[in-house]
């Protein structure tokens, strides 16, 4: 099974970044196997024919099991990783893989944004999204403990899926 990250922060190397890489250890057991920090990409994200976007978008294609992560920008995600994901072709630009939406947020206020704004855009592009969203909290982000719930309830399934 292939993992990817792909963090849609405008600051690169950041905890939202840091967030994605655990929850994927944590689902997995092992480091992810490919980490996408789209800010790295730089102004190729605003046309088409990139080399490093089209590779990082091959990078996806190519994963079973994709963490999308964003922090709450506006009560969304972000504009950086929208530009990310507007690079997939619609209905089957991530066809064949599972996806977890993750957004990071200063407070609860938010929570529902993972299921109710980056999710349908997931599905849209073709991906299997067979979990809900996941929303923590930016301060306790880091720790196994804020996503426990969560993952004692989904990461069999999205195991199952990703595996098939």
């Known amino acids: 099974m292939i993992t990817t990250v792909i ?20 689902i997995t057991g ?50 950086v990783l929208k530009l990310f994901l507007d690079q997939f072709e619609t209905a089957t630009g991530l066809a064949g ?20 704004l980056l999710k349908p855009v997931l599905v849209e592009i073709g991906a299997t999204v067979p979990c809900q969203g996941i929303y923590l909290l930016d301060g306790a982000a880091d720790e196994p403990a804020s996503s426990a719930k969560w993952r004692e309830r989904w990461t069999p399934e999205l195991l199952r899926a990703a595996a098939a």
């Open 97 to 116: 893989s599972v996806a977890v939406p993750l957004m990071l947020g200063a407070g609860p206020g938010h929570a529902m944004a993972p299921d109710l």
């Open 30 to 79: 092992k480091a992810p196997d490919n980490v996408i920090d789209v800010i790295a990409l730089g102004p190729g994200l605003l046309g088409w024919g990139d080399p490093a976007v089209a590779e990082a978008v091959a990078t996806a294609k190519s994963s079973d099991l994709l963490i999308f992560a964003s922090p709450t920008y506006k009560g969304s995600y972000t504009g």
């Open 7 to 26: 963090a849609g922060n405008p600051k690169p190397l950041s905890r939202t970044l840091a967030a994605g890489v655990r929850l994927a250890e944590l």
